[in-house]
C-alpha cells in the first residue's frame, strides 16, 4: 500500500515524439526509461507518426494545450513555433550526437545522405552524375529531404531542373524505397532514418550506396513545455547530458548510433535558418508517388 501511495506522488513527465517511424521509436523508450530511472518521475510517451512537429492547421498544439512536457521534432517545425512568438515552447540545451564519417567533432548535427542502388554504382559516382535522373523528395519542406539537395544544387549553379523529373514520395522510408525498387535513381534521406533502417535490415548494406552526404544539418531538437519547472528542466538536461557516463545507457544508446549528447544553444539553429535563405528562391515541381 505504501509503494503505491509513493507512486502517486511522483512527478510525471509527459513525452511526445514526431520523429518516428523515420528514427525508431524504441529510441525514445530508451531515453523515457533513462529518465524515469534517473529522475524518479513516472514518464510517458505519445508516438505521433502523422507529422514531424505540431502542425500548423492543429492549433493549439499539444505545448499549448499542456498536454505533454518535452517533446522531440524536426528543426522546422521547432522553428516556426519559436518564429510564430510561441511563448509555450523551448529548447532543451542537449542536442543529440549521431555516429557518421563526415561528423568528427562530436556535433549535434546529421546529414543528408544521398542514395543509389548498387546496381547502379558503376553509373553514379557523385552527385553531378545525377544530372537528367529521376529523382525523389520526401517533401518539400524536408531539409533532408529536399532543400539540402537544392542548397547544393544553387552551389553547383543548377536549379531543380538538373533533375530529369521529381516524384514526391512522402517519407524518408518511402524515397528508399523506391531507390530499391528502382522507381527513381536516387534520393537524399536523413543518415540518421538511413542508419536505423540498414540496422533492422542489414541487406540493405548490399543495395544501397551513399555516393555523397549533404550538409551538416542541426539535430532534430529535444523541446520543453515551458510550463514545465526551471529544478527539473536543469535535471532533465543534466541527466541527458551525462547519460553516456553510464555503461548500461551508453550501450542501449549505441544501439541507436548515437554516442551521446552534448550541450547546445539557439544558435545551432541557424545553420537551417541560413540554408533556408539561400535555397528560398528554388521550387521543385514533383509528381505524387
Same mark, same amino acid.
Request: with cysteine; aromatic share 8%.
Given at each position: 500500500?505504501?509503494?503505491s501511495v509513493?507512486? %502517486?506522488q511522483?512527478?510525471r513527465?509527459r513525452?511526445?515524439?514526431?520523429?518516428?517511424p523515420?528514427?525508431?521509436?524504441e529510441?525514445?523508450?530508451?531515453l523515457? @526509461?533513462y529518465?524515469?530511472?534517473?529522475?524518479?518521475? !513516472?514518464a510517458?510517451?505519445i508516438? =505521433?507518426?502523422? /507529422?514531424?512537429?505540431?502542425? %500548423?492547421?492543429? @492549433? $493549439?498544439?499539444?505545448?499549448?494545450?499542456?498536454?505533454v512536457d518535452?517533446?522531440?521534432?524536426? %528543426?522546422?517545425?521547432?522553428?516556426r513555433?519559436?518564429?510564430?512568438g510561441? !511563448?509555450? &515552447?523551448?529548447?532543451?540545451p542537449?542536442?543529440a550526437? *549521431?555516429? *557518421?564519417p563526415?561528423n568528427?567533432?562530436?556535433?549535434?548535427?546529421?546529414f543528408?545522405?544521398?542514395?543509389?542502388?548498387?546496381?547502379?554504382?558503376?553509373?553514379?559516382?557523385?552527385? *553531378?552524375?545525377l544530372?537528367? *535522373?529521376? /529523382?525523389?523528395?520526401?517533401?518539400?519542406i524536408?531539409?533532408?529531404?529536399?532543400?539540402?539537395?537544392?542548397?547544393?544544387?544553387r552551389?553547383?549553379?543548377?536549379n531543380?531542373?538538373?533533375?530529369?523529373?521529381i516524384?514526391?514520395?512522402?517519407?524518408?522510408?518511402n524515397?528508399?524505397?523506391?531507390?530499391?525498387?528502382?522507381? &527513381?535513381d536516387?534520393?537524399?534521406?536523413?543518415s540518421?532514418?538511413?542508419?536505423?533502417?540498414?540496422?533492422?535490415?542489414p541487406?540493405?548494406?548490399?543495395?544501397?550506396?551513399?555516393?555523397t552526404s549533404?550538409?551538416?544539418?542541426?539535430?532534430?531538437?529535444? &523541446?520543453?513545455?515551458?510550463?514545465l519547472?526551471?529544478?527539473?528542466?536543469?535535471?532533465?538536461?543534466?541527466?541527458?547530458l551525462t547519460?553516456?557516463?553510464?555503461p548500461? /545507457?551508453?550501450?542501449?544508446?549505441?544501439?541507436?548510433?548515437?554516442?551521446?549528447? &552534448? $550541450?547546445?544553444?539557439m544558435?545551432?539553429?541557424?545553420? =537551417?535558418?541560413?540554408l533556408?535563405?539561400?535555397?528560398?528562391?528554388?521550387?521543385?515541381?514533383t509528381?505524387?508517388?
Amino acid at each position: 500500500m505504501g509503494d503505491s501511495v509513493g507512486s %502517486a506522488q511522483k512527478s510525471r513527465l509527459r513525452m511526445i515524439t514526431y520523429l518516428s517511424p523515420s528514427v525508431p521509436i524504441e529510441l525514445f523508450e530508451v531515453l523515457r @526509461d533513462y529518465l524515469e530511472e534517473k529522475l524518479d518521475v !513516472e514518464a510517458s510517451i505519445i508516438y =505521433e507518426s502523422r /507529422w514531424s512537429g505540431p502542425p %500548423a492547421e492543429r @492549433d $493549439p498544439d499539444p505545448f499549448q494545450r499542456d498536454e505533454v512536457d518535452m517533446g522531440f521534432m524536426c %528543426a522546422s517545425g521547432f522553428l516556426r513555433l519559436i518564429n510564430e512568438g510561441r !511563448e509555450s &515552447v523551448e529548447l532543451c540545451p542537449a542536442g543529440a550526437v *549521431h555516429q *557518421h564519417p563526415n561528423n568528427n567533432n562530436n556535433r549535434p548535427i546529421y546529414f543528408s545522405d544521398v542514395i543509389i542502388h548498387s546496381d547502379n554504382s558503376s553509373k553514379y559516382k557523385d552527385f *553531378h552524375d545525377l544530372k537528367g *535522373h529521376r /529523382w525523389a523528395i520526401n517533401d518539400e519542406i524536408s531539409l533532408s529531404g529536399n532543400l539540402m539537395a537544392l542548397a547544393e544544387l544553387r552551389k553547383m549553379g543548377f536549379n531543380a531542373s538538373f533533375f530529369g523529373n521529381i516524384l514526391r514520395s512522402g517519407s524518408n522510408i518511402n524515397s528508399l524505397q523506391m531507390v530499391l525498387e528502382k522507381k &527513381v535513381d536516387a534520393a537524399s534521406v536523413d543518415s540518421t532514418c538511413l542508419h536505423s533502417l540498414m540496422k533492422k535490415d542489414p541487406s540493405l548494406k548490399k543495395s544501397i550506396c551513399v555516393i555523397t552526404s549533404l550538409g551538416p544539418m542541426p539535430i532534430h531538437p529535444t &523541446v520543453f513545455n515551458t510550463r514545465l519547472s526551471d529544478d527539473l528542466k536543469t535535471r532533465i538536461t543534466s541527466a541527458m547530458l551525462t547519460m553516456h557516463e553510464f555503461p548500461k /545507457w551508453k550501450e542501449r544508446l549505441g544501439e541507436f548510433n548515437l554516442r551521446g549528447f &552534448v $550541450p547546445t544553444d539557439m544558435s545551432l539553429y541557424q545553420l =537551417e535558418t541560413s540554408l533556408r535563405e539561400v535555397v528560398k528562391s528554388l521550387s521543385v515541381n514533383t509528381a505524387y508517388y
